[in-house]
Nanobody, 123 residues
Framework: QVQLVESGGGTVQAGGSLRLSCAASGRTFSSLVMGWFRQAPGKEREFVAAISGIDGSTYYTNSVKGRFTISRANAKNTVYLQMNDLKPEDTAVYYC????????????????WGQGTQVTVSS
């Protein structure tokens, strides 16, 4: 079992930055694939980024490449999402997710989820 708790959301103006954190507990963190998803009102949950537990390889959805960076600190059981040059279309609830192995962009392939943190970008 894995418990995930996100933090770091808030309201920021377009062009600004936020860093989300997700603290994990309950299982060997370093072996987990960690992902970030987001869900805007009236839309389906969409993949944002993921990082492998084996080699630290990363994968991003096209709309955030060059603006967002996912990273992990295994000693702190924490994964981060640094978000720069934020745009109004980035407004959503951001969720941290985990799975045993293999980066995937499909939400229902992740078995563990946090409660979400709201990110609002004003124009």
């Amino acid at each position: 079992q894995v418990q995930l708790v996100e933090s770091g959301g808030g309201t920021v103006q377009a062009g600004g930055s936020l860093r989300l954190s997700c603290a994990a507990s309950g299982r060997t963190f370093s072996s987990l694939v960690m992902g970030w998803f987001r869900q805007a009102p009236g839309k389906e949950r969409e993949f944002v980024a993921a990082i492998s537990g084996i080699d630290g390889s990363t994968y991003y959805t096209n709309s955030v490449k060059g603006r967002f960076t996912i990273s992990r600190a295994n000693a702190k059981n924490t994964v981060y999402l640094q978000m720069n040059d934020l745009k109004p279309e980035d407004t959503a609830v951001y969720y941290c997710a985990a799975r045993a192995r293999g980066i995937h962009t499909t939400a229902n392939l992740y078995g563990y989820w946090g409660q979400g943190t709201q990110v609002t970008v004003s124009s």
